[in-house]
């Protein structure tokens, strides 16, 4: 649907009078729309694929984080050892909820692009 609605966006067309009072119309049409509104899904998927990969990243160094707080509160101080549980829970639904939204992207991008 966005590919569609860019490819419209780029095939508008203008009408110019003459002075003799036919006019002639002209617009966008020569332009490669299909290389348009692939050029821009391409690019909003680099941004999607670029979010949720750092985002994962990030998730991954909480929880190492967590796990190494964890092993040092482990050694005698309680509030490390909770705080280190914490973070490795927060990470763990961090990247369940960023894996489901990466799946709820596809699908809809499944849906909009291939027409279903």
């Not at 509104?37 to 190492?64: E, P």
């Not at 829970?89 to 692009?113: D, E, N, P, S, W």
């Amino acid at each position: 649907m966005i590919s569609k609605l860019f490819a419209s966006f780029l095939t508008a067309q203008t009408y110019t009078a003459s002075p003799t009072g036919a006019g002639t119309v002209t617009g966008l049409a020569k332009w490669n729309v299909d290389s348009a509104a692939h050029q821009f899904d391409t690019m909003y998927t680099n941004i999607i694929k670029v979010l949720m990969s750092s985002i994962v990243n990030i998730c991954i160094a909480v929880f190492i984080t967590g796990a190494l707080l964890y092993v040092i509160g482990s050694f005698g101080k309680e509030d490390l050892k909770s705080n280190g549980k914490n973070m490795m829970i927060g990470a763990l639904i961090g990247l369940l909820i960023v894996q489901l939204g990466r799946a709820i992207v596809h699908v809809t991008l499944l849906f909009l692009y291939n027409g279903f």
